[in-house]
């Protein structure tokens, strides 16, 4: 009787260490996940048009982040970074970056400011654009550019700004 009740305990031990285990490789896949980012279940592949730069970040001060479409992390910028569609500007405490647009337009944002950069098409066959320039959070102004973008693309037709 008692063997039994020992080979009954060490298959229960067997069980226990097989599903901790488990559980721990699960848990390790998820870390991993995370930590890399990876787009296991992505709703939207990036698109060619997403990867055409839209703007670029001319000059910062302190703390500037962007955030590209359909990721968790806040990277941080470099001034002359390109910006593209559905890419999100973020400035924190006593930060303001300066965004150019082709046509020559730049957009300041001022502290605990966000932005997020919208090329839609426009035209009967697409061959225009509008640039929509979504304000989530804070301030921005307008300002003639010095200094022209880096990067060359067609320039779009309009700029508009939306609030929210």
Known sequence: MKENSVTLTNQSRKKWRLSTLLFLLCISIEIYFIVYDVPLFSLSPKQESDLVPVAQLMS???TVKSQEVDDLVWETTKENQLLHQKESLLTLEASTAEVAFLDGTGLVLSENSMIE????????FHNHSKLVVKLLKGKIYR????AKPTFSD???????????
């Not at 950069?117 to 009967?124: A, F, N, R, V, Y």
Request: hydrophobic share 25%.
């Open 143 to 146: 300002r003639k550019l010095t």
């Open 154 to 164: 067609t320039p779009p037709s309009e700029v508009n700004i939306q609030v929210g």
């Open 60 to 62: 910062q001060k302190n």
């Open 117 to 124: 950069l919208e090329k839609i098409p426009t035209g009967i």
